[in-house]
């Protein structure tokens, strides 16, 4: 990891430290910046960074040096612990899919969601939940660009739009951020009981200070969907549900929205959820009953037939 010791999110020091608390050894880090300070580079190092490296006086051989001993330091370090990388993503990758299981109420019991928070290491204790749907969009110029095609993000910008949200928005409030494709993101929000004012307020203003940087930075906006306050993490997937069918109200003048600020807020809980015929496909798989698979089947496809369900089209 090559960075910057003074960046808009947080210092280098910072996010080294950071990585070595939550991570371990790895990344290996090669630390910039713009001053000679003494101070700094005894820092850096007591982070055991590979190198320091002041850009005034920076080169093609220097850097190169450095990231050669850096490679060192990763090599070594994996020779150590061959079993630290590959457990560690595979943590990551489990703990997605727990949060996706929970969005979309596909956990079979209360008990069985108990076992993976534990096994996962997924922090959800908070007093309150929301869960929101973001959209990312490039400021353009409407008069240049009439159908709004322009305003897909590229995938390298995305990747690093989506880094600076989640760092960004966390120093504002506790939350986790999923990935859901290249235009779509997941928010949950962990709510304190401590907190005595308005969570919408707090929700709002975190928003809008992480898109006011993200402008800045990246020139690119936001249009975020909240669903509904919860107090049970089990409880998600309706606020969840919520969020999304919130998409399609959203506007540059309406970039955030939560689901009690519409007037026909109680239609938008009448959501369809794949979880209530999770037990009866099952079953017919099971069973090899093709009857009763069709029969399951042509219930999904009346209910999403029926114009007082809505669902976001891109």
């Known amino acids: 990891m090559i960075t910057d010791i003074q960046m808009p999110c947080s210092s280098g020091l910072e996010l080294r430290k950071r ?9 290996v ?5 713009s001053f000679e300070d003494f101070q700094y580079a005894r820092e850096a190092m007591s982070f055991r960074a590979a190198d320091y490296l002041v850009k005034i ?16 330091q990763v090599n070594l370090i994996r020779q150590k612990h061959p079993e630290f990388q590959d457990t560690r993503q595979s943590l990551l990758l489990f703990q997605e899919r727990s949060y996706i299981k929970l969005l979309n109420n596909l956990f ?15 922090s959800l204790d908070a007093g309150s939940y929301a869960a929101a749907t973001v959209q990312f969009i490039r400021n353009t110029d409407p008069g240049n660009d009439p159908s709004g095609a322009g305003r897909d993000i590229p995938l390298n910008i995305y990747s690093q739009t989506l880094q600076m949200f989640q760092e960004l928005l966390s120093k504002y409030i506790s939350c986790h951020i ?24 707090q929700v709002r203003s975190a928003l ?14 936001f249009l975020a969907s909240i669903g509904g306050l919860v107090h049970d993490a089990l409880d998600l997937s309706s606020s969840y549900s919520d969020s999304r069918q919130l998409l399609p109200y959203l506007s540059d003048s309406a970039p955030i929205l939560f689901s009690d600020e519409r007037s026909d807020a109680g239609s938008l809980r009448n959501v369809f959820s794949m979880s ?4 009866d496909i099952s079953r017919a798989f099971q069973e090899l009953d093709e009857s009763s698979l069709r029969t399951t089947l042509d219930t999904i496809r009346a209910l999403l037939e029926e114009d007082h369900i809505h669902f976001p089209r891109h």
């Open 19 to 27: 990585c070595r608390d939550e991570l371990g050894p790895l990344p």
């Open 29 to 33: 880090f090669i630390i910039l910046t």
């Open 57 to 72: 006086d920076l080169s093609p051989e220097s850097l190169t040096e450095a990231v050669k001993q850096a490679v060192e």
């Open 108 to 122: 079979e019991s209360r008990e069985q969601f108990r076992l993976q928070k534990e096994e996962f290491e997924i």
């Open 178 to 201: 999923l990935a859901l494709d290249t235009h779509f993101l997941a928010a949950i929000f962990l709510l304190d009981d401590s907190y005595t004012g308005d969570w919408k307020e």
């Open 208 to 221: 809008e200070n992480t898109g006011k940087m993200l402008h800045n930075y990246y020139g690119v906006s």
């Open 276 to 279: 209530l015929f999770r037990d």
